[in-house]
Each structure stands twice: as structure tokens, then as C-alpha cells.
């Protein structure tokens, strides 16, 4: 009964969001045809009080001129570090686990680390959310040859930033 009791406590003051971010960008060159590539990253989330959150996002990549498929899921814990009342800048305690494949190169991987964020509130419904890059571990394993990659560390670069909008129901 103190478990039940607790819960209804914190689900009084909880709110679910929905959001989360798309990317398009082109490439190509002077002999090369030009190639899109897209990221869509559905995501919903409870916030449990000023400071948590918890939430899951699915990941979807790809292109248009064939190339690989990416699919992932990733459920995360939020800590706001300062929690203001414009902006919110908090770290992502994540887990990732997904699959990519890519004429008959499939690879699975996993990772687990921080995801540092901001996050700009428009209103009390409308916050538009970055999440720049990933501090932690990651593996990959080609499902044909069993080779396998692990590998430690920061990767903060352009190439690694998804911006999204969260929206508070």
C-alpha cells in the first residue's frame, strides 16, 4: 500500500511529453550524385518532478540512394542539473540498443552513457529541446563476419546534435 501510495503521489505532479526530432541533410560532390539522409526520432516521456524525468525515443536512418537502415530504441532517465524557468539544461542517463543493416552487412550494437541537452521552454505546453552528443561506452557487432568494436569516450561534434520539440500534454 506505501508503494501504491507513492506512485499516485508522484503521478499527481507528473506530466507526459511527446516529441522528438527530425534531421535531413544533402551530400554530393562534383563526379557524385547527391544523397539525402534522414533521422526521425519519435520520443515520449514522464516527468516526475522539477528534477526527473524518464522517457524513451526510437530512432529511424536512412537515405535515398540506398545505403544502410538504422532502427533503434532508447530508453533514458532526465536529471535537470539547473532547472530554470526558461531553460532547462539536463543530462540523459541513456541505454541504446539498436540494428543496421545494409546489403547483407548487419550490425548490432549497444551503448550506454550521458547525453547532454538544453532545453528552451516556448510556453507551458511547447519546449524546444537539443540533445548534443554522447559520453559513455558503445559495441558493435557485424552479425556476418562476429566482428566486434568496442569502443570509450566523447563524441561532441556537429554531426552529433539532434534538435526536437517536445510538446507537454
Known amino acids: 500500500m506505501i ?7 508522484m503521478s499527481v505532479n507528473a506530466q507526459v511529453y511527446v516529441g522528438g526530432g527530425i534531421g535531413v541533410s544533402t ?3 562534383d563526379n557524385t550524385d547527391d544523397v539525402t539522409s534522414y533521422k526521425f526520432v519519435p520520443e515520449i516521456g514522464y516527468t516526475i518532478n522539477s528534477e526527473w524525468a524518464a522517457g524513451m525515443a526510437f530512432g529511424w536512418e536512412g537515405s535515398n540512394k540506398g545505403g544502410a537502415k538504422t532502427f533503434s530504441i ?3 532517465v532526465r536529471y535537470n542539473v ?3 524557468k526558461v531553460v532547462n539544461v539536463f543530462l540523459d542517463g541513456s541505454v541504446e540498443f539498436g540494428h543496421k543493416y545494409n546489403a547483407g552487412f ?3 550494437f549497444f551503448g550506454v552513457g550521458l547525453k547532454p541537452g538544453v532545453a528552451f521552454k516556448v510556453n507551458e505546453k511547447i519546449s524546444v ?4 552528443g554522447f559520453i559513455g561506452y558503445e559495441h558493435w557487432k557485424n552479425k556476418p563476419s562476429k566482428n566486434s568494436v568496442n569502443s570509450w569516450g566523447v563524441d561532441v561534434d556537429g554531426r552529433n546534435i539532434i ?3 517536445y510538446y507537454n500534454i
Open 163 to 165: 534538435l526536437g520539440i
Open 74 to 76: 532508447n530508453p533514458y
Open 82 to 84: 539547473i532547472n530554470g
Open 27 to 29: 551530400t554530393g560532390g
Open 106 to 108: 548487419d550490425d548490432d
Open 129 to 132: 529541446v537539443t540533445h548534443i
Open 3 to 9: 508503494l501504491a501510495s507513492t506512485v499516485m503521489a
